[in-house]
């Protein structure tokens, strides 16, 4: 079973526009990650976020997290085409190994 | 500094031929897993390792089995390959703590 859930499935925009991608999950976690996937290769990291944080930025990237409704969002700010890929969050529980993705985001800008 | 390595990129099999996927990270990192990452979804981990000569499993492990003998080797041995084991699969690496993980290009298996 998949504790996260992304939402939309998939995002198609213009270049220039902003992207938001949520995720829900089910149990408490110790952390939770973003991840990007280009067609055809691996999974690279975005951003990791703690439980006690509530928001964190790297570059274009903004995400926040809200325990108390067990989601998080990912918002990308002016797109590029480059940044069409399939976005994926995972739950980390424990600190441990024990990564659980959703189905993820497959997002499409549009030059 | 090659990150991890899988290998092969590539792979088709027969029902019921045993093969071995390889992964290996050159970061000295502690935890590797194995994910499986079926069409339009996300991935399912189906054996980990919190360091050498230590394996558990994860959500899919049945099929599947790991060994550990060394920090930067992680293979994974399909027994006697199925249709439902086609797939891409996906080595992982990641050092203590709230680390990322960082992944490989993947293994893409047909079994048919």
């Known amino acids: 079973s998949q504790q996260g859930e992304e939402d939309p499935q998939a995002l198609s925009i213009q270049e220039g526009e902003n992207a938001t991608m949520n995720c829900s999950y089910k149990?408490?976690?110790?952390?939770l990650q973003w991840y990007r996937q280009n067609s055809g290769r691996g999974l690279v990291h975005l951003i990791l976020?703690?439980?006690?944080?509530r928001e964190k930025h790297s570059g274009r990237l903004r995400v926040t997290l809200d325990t108390s409704k067990k989601s998080s969002s990912l918002l990308i700010t002016a797109s590029r085409a480059a940044d069409t890929a399939s976005y994926f969050c995972?739950?980390?529980?424990?600190?441990?190994?024990?990564?659980?993705f959703g189905g993820g985001t497959r997002l499409m800008v549009k030059p | 500094n090659a990150g991890v390595t899988q290998t092969p990129k590539f792979q088709v099999l027969k029902t019921g031929q045993s093969m071995t996927l390889q992964c290996a990270q050159d970061?000295?990192?502690?935890?590797m897993s194995w994910y499986r990452q079926d069409p339009g979804m996300g991935l399912r981990l189906i054996h980990y390792?919190?360091?050498?000569?230590?394996?558990d499993q994860g959500e899919v492990p049945n099929g599947y089995n790991v060994s550990r003998s060394t920090t930067e080797d992680f293979p994974l041995r399909l027994l006697s390959a199925a249709p439902s084991q086609t797939s891409v699969y996906f080595c992982?690496?990641?050092?203590?703590?709230?680390?990322?993980?960082?992944f490989g290009d993947g293994t893409r298996l047909s079994i048919l």
């Open positions: 149990t408490s976690i110790n952390n």
């Open positions: 995972a739950t980390d529980r424990n600190a441990g190994n024990m990564l659980t």
């Open positions: 976020i703690r439980s006690n944080e």
């Open positions: 390792s919190v360091g050498a000569g230590i394996t």
């Open positions: 970061m000295n990192h502690e935890y």
């Open positions: 992982a690496s990641r050092g203590r703590g709230n680390q990322p993980q960082h």
